[in-house]
């Protein structure tokens, strides 16, 4: 038997989430035909799936994710939200001084306007 190939998600130009109709069991030989639903981590994008893995695998330390993949923590914060919105989460109210740490990042601001920010003055 070939070897079995991930599911193509997310499927161009389709929003909705697959019906699946058959289960195979092959070395079993069994076959089950009917319609299931697959769950919200059978449907994450490769990416997502992908950060999911590494946050379980530090054990949910996202200081440690930022680390392993040399991102900044609100890049890191920004890809977690996503992944909790993917399953249907609604991520807690972003900090208010991620956006001014993104800016800083992107050079878009200075280290000094950022410092006046984050002191809100």
Known sequence: ???PLPL???FPGVQEA???TELLFPEAGI???GEFLLNEFATLTPDNLDFLRLYIKVRGNLKEVERILG????TIRARFDTLLRSIGYEPEAADPRDETLR???RG???PEEAT???KGK
């Not at 991102?71 to 609100?74: A, H, Q, R, V």
């Open 116 to 118: 006046r920010r984050l």
């Open 71 to 74: 991102l900044s923590y609100p």
């Open 8 to 10: 193509p998600l997310p």
């Open 103 to 105: 800016l800083l990042e």
């Open 18 to 20: 697959p019906l699946v």
């Open 1 to 3: 038997m070939p070897q």
């Open 108 to 110: 878009e601001i200075t």
């Open 31 to 33: 076959t089950v035909r």
